[in-house]
């Protein structure tokens, strides 16, 4: 049991890590190819998307997580994966939408 725990646990840590870094990464590489204005758009722009996504997520991953503990398996685990599949997309979707619309506006206005 012991190790199927650390087994686990390494496999979430290395999603956090690479979910912590990869943005990271593109920031960087993003900072060589833009101009200093453009680059801190993208950046302003960057970390509201952040904050949206934590607003609309609404902690659906662990809901999700303690549903599938919760199921007995099969068919009913497959039911609330995709149920939070749905809600997820539906989020991100939303957010997206807005970021299209109004996301070169509101730009222009706060900076």
């Known amino acids: 049991m012991l190790r199927e725990l650390l087994r686990r646990s390494t496999w979430l840590a290395v999603g956090a890590a690479i979910g912590r870094f990869l943005p990271l990464l593109v920031l960087l ?3 060589r190819v833009m101009e200093p204005r453009q680059f801190a758009s993208a950046s302003a722009a960057y970390a509201w998307a952040g904050v949206g996504m934590s607003l609309t997520s609404m902690g659906l ?7 599938l503990a919760a199921s007995s398996g099969g068919p009913a ?9 749905k809600l997820s997309l539906c989020f991100s979707g939303t957010l997206a939408a807005v970021v299209l619309l109004f996301g070169e506006t509101g730009g222009r206005l706060v900076f």
């Open 29 to 31: 590489l993003a900072s």
């Open 77 to 85: 685990q497959q039911r609330v994966f995709s149920h939070h599949l």
């Open 61 to 67: 991953t662990t809901i999700m997580t303690r549903r």
